[in-house]
């Protein structure tokens, strides 16, 4: 690489800032001075224009991505006594929050093309569970990646076994499915809003969604303390709130949403197209889904070797996920599996490869990126 060479981060959670940066700085000097920085106008503005966004009736604003989920789970009253069906291709958080409740975490595998829970071994489970476990009362699919679920079998089998669904799109807001937007079709559907997210606000932050309006007054009870009336806790409650700065942040940045996920799938077809002819495969769609590619994945064997060659030409890449949950020490030889032993999410761990993503690469990035993949 010589000196003139561009350089190519994989993120820039900065670069999402300073592209909005006049009106970001004005929203949260409009929250500061407000003088109420906890559960006020901003968050519940923000609360009803991400429902609206979304095609929901309800949204409820939390700390962070893993405490949506658990209090999506609280909500629903599962916690000891059950269990939940997720993934181990995932962010720790999904199983993390899982265990918060006291509910007990069953890992399936992934779908090997789309990384994705894999819909028939999650419908054997729920026909057949694994014995010793507690009732399986929730499943978490996640939409990773930018991409849905095949989620059509497991609401069917989810349905015919009395199991809520619960859709982690903390990687695919604005993803859709056979033209629906994931998070809607669930029962409830959470969100992270951590910078690097297709959404992401600048400090941490979450968001669920739901049409049932009983479960989001419970849920927004037990954000503070269970409270209905200040003071008061009518039942067990914890302390996760979205705070009044992130949310006047959120509601800028909301707006370029939909034109960020456009600029994604602009930067993954440039991709697509460098990859064509090189002994690299692009990323495989599910038929009838819009990626929103919060990662742009490749699944390469040689994946140490490509990554160093890669770096030397100024690109940045990552691994979401070096290791499996079931894996990974805190988890290793405690947690349950499905029948296929999650033996296709080993082999993808070992194999998967992110390169830079995120709406604010440059064309100048993108092209020097899409010159060096054709030269692969």
């Known amino acids: 690489m010589n000196a003139t060479t561009i350089t190519v981060p994989q993120a820039d959670p900065g670069a999402g800032y300073r592209a909005h940066k006049e009106e970001i700085d004005a929203a949260a000097l409009r929250a500061l001075g407000s003088g109420w920085y906890i559960l006020g106008k901003e968050g519940e503005a923000f609360e009803k224009e991400y429902a609206a966004w979304q095609g929901q009736k309800r949204a409820v604003g939390c700390a962070n991505g893993t405490d949506a989920l658990a209090l999506t789970l609280r909500g629903m009253g599962i916690g000891p006594g059950c269990t939940v069906v997720t993934v181990s291709h995932t962010a720790v958080a999904t199983v993390a929050a899982i265990e918060m409740t006291g509910a007990t975490p069953l890992l399936v595998d992934i779908d090997p093309d789309t990384f994705t829970m894999d819909a028939d071994e999650l419908v054997a489970v ?3 569970p694994p014995p010793g476990l507690p009732p399986i009362r929730a499943i978490i699919p996640v939409h990773l990646y930018g991409q849905a679920c095949d989620l059509d079998p497991m609401l069917a089998a989810c349905k015919a076994h009395g199991v809520m669904l619960i859709e982690d799109c903390s990687q695919a807001h604005g993803a859709t499915l056979t033209g629906r937007k994931v998070g809607t079709m669930g029962d409830a559907a959470c969100f992270s809003l951590y910078p690097t997210k297709n959404l ?4 941490d932050g979450g968001v669920l969604t739901t049409d049932d309006e009983a479960l989001a007054d419970r849920i927004g009870a037990i954000r503070q303390y269970g409270w209905k009336e200040r003071y008061i806790s009518d039942g067990v409650g914890v302390n996760s709130r979205l705070d009044e700065i992130q949310a006047a942040i959120l509601r800028v940045k909301l707006n370029y949403l939909d034109a960020g996920n456009a600029r994604r799938q602009a930067i993954a077809a440039a991709y697509d197209e460098a990859l064509a002819g090189t002994r690299y495969a692009a990323p495989i769609r599910r038929e009838g889904s819009g990626h929103v590619f ?7 064997p040689e994946r140490a070797a490509l990554m160093a060659r890669l770096r030397a030409e100024g690109v940045a890449t990552a691994i979401h996920y070096p290791s499996p949950v079931h894996l990974q020490p805190a988890y290793r030889g405690r947690t349950a599996l499905g029948p296929a032993g999650c033996a296709e999410t080993a082999r993808a761990a070992a194999e998967v490869m992110s390169l830079p993503m995120f709406p604010e690469l440059t ?14």
């Open 126 to 128: 729920l026909e057949d």
């Open 200 to 203: 992401g606000a600048l400090g």
């Open 294 to 300: 919060h990662q742009y994945v490749l699944r390469v």
């Open 363 to 376: 064309d100048a990035q993108v092209g020097h990126v899409c010159t060096v993949l054709r030269g692969l």
